[in-house]
């Protein structure tokens, strides 16, 4: 297989992986030409963090930026009378699954020479990108919506990073960032292709998890599409490995106040449709534009899956039911809860079925907005 380069899915056109870039001349997002994968006997077994799939990556360093993400738990419970796993990459060091692509993404441009990045974020990508910033000797810019909860922006502080508070709309975070790109490198996790090398490691850990089997089906929050794209691009390397025999389904689950990439995937098309933009309780999934809603939308697709929007009250009470169980994730992660019910009740997935809910932020990220539906103060 030839060397990787970074590609425009649009256009076909690639660059060259030795120059740092976040997006091709005309703007549009890149993502990387296939790899090869990696079979279970190159598995790094002595690194106990994410790092142990290393030889999945698009070109290797010595000293990679780690906490020890990865490898988080996966945890048998029962939901509307099925049994599923639940994936809780909440608990990864700075509490949310951008874990994996920080470690990833700030490693490789690191190696590159890249030692300023900038990220606009609601949160999680932010504190994410400031942490292993930190971790790694390198300057952070976090551009933030002004609303942001406050646990995520004094994270990202306490990291050292130069916080923007960004008046208005999570769209208006990205454009201002978009512009500043060029004055800073804008190492994005929406944008840049190395994060997704990171939230690929999901599939990867999956596998490992299951006995180097594939789930039947993912469920996963889906705000730009980093953990829906990360799972198809890491089985299917281990489909080009021949490790697994078939992809699983992967389903994303938007807010019906903001759920474009579901709204256009209900629709049948790729193409934007019309759809309500309004604020949610699930605000990491917020995301109005997203810039690889084509790419996600052909993920869900090629997998047989398909997407779920669901209303506020749903996410809410789904926040509180796993909280009863001891689960205390943001009401992000709650909203496939929500989504899974109306899998089953529609028929979309069986209850015999071996199915994955990604847990993706801890509930401490959202302490407001959660005693406000709680009815008392934070």
């Known amino acids: 297989m030839p060397d990787p380069t970074y590609v425009d899915p649009q256009t076909g056109r690639t660059y060259p992986l030795g120059t740092p870039r976040w ?41 990679p930026i780690t906490l020890g993400e990865g490898m988080t738990p996966l945890i048998s419970q029962t939901l509307h009378g099925a049994t599923v796993l639940l994936k809780c990459d909440w608990m990864n060091p700075t509490g949310s699954f951008k874990d994996r692509g920080a470690s990833v993404m700030l490693s490789l441009l690191r190696a590159q020479g890249i030692g300023h990045v900038l990220e606009d974020s609601s949160g999680n990508g932010g504190a994410a990108v400031a942490g292993y910033a930190a971790a790694g000797g390198m300057r952070a810019t976090i551009m ?26 999570r769209q208006d975070t990205a454009d201002a960032a978009a512009r500043e ?3 800073i490198f804008y190492a994005s996790h929406n944008w840049h292709p190395f994060f997704l090398q990171g939230t690929k490691t999901l599939a990867y850990e999956l596998w490992e998890d299951l006995g180097f089997h594939a789930p039947d089906n993912i469920v996963t929050p889906c705000g730009a599409g980093s953990n829906v794209l990360g799972c198809a691009i890491g089985f299917g390397e281990l489909l080009r490995a021949g490790e697994i025999k078939k992809l699983p389904r992967i389903f994303a689950v938007q807010p019906a106040n903001c759920g474009p990439i579901a709204a256009s995937f209900l629709a049948g098309t790729d193409a934007e449709v019309a759809s309500p933009v309004e604020p949610t309780i699930a605000e990491g999934t917020a995301i109005a534009q997203p810039i690889r809603r084509r790419e996600v939308i052909a993920a869900l697709r090629d997998s047989g899956g398909g997407a779920v929007l669901v209303p506020e009250a749903d996410i809410e009470s789904a926040l509180f039911e796993l909280a009863r169980m001891g689960i205390y994730v943001e009401p992000t992660s709650a909203q496939v809860v929500a989504g899974f019910r109306s899998l089953l009740a529609s028929g979309a997935i069986g209850r015999e079925e071996t199915t ?7 509930g401490l990220k959202a302490t407001d907005r959660i005693a406000e539906r709680m009815g008392i103060e934070a």
């Open 23 to 63: 997006c091709g001349d005309g703007q549009s997002p890149l993502l990387l030409t296939p790899l090869p994968g990696l079979t279970r006997g190159q598995i790094d077994t002595r690194a106990r963090s994410l790092w142990r799939y290393r030889a999945a990556f698009p070109f290797q360093i010595d000293s």
């Open 181 to 183: 790109a060029a004055n």
């Open 144 to 169: 933030t919506p002004a609303s942001t909860s406050p646990g995520k922006t004094v994270q990202m502080r306490a990291y050292g990073a130069d916080i923007r508070l960004i008046p208005g709309s």
């Open 356 to 362: 994955v809910l990604v847990m993706t932020g801890s």
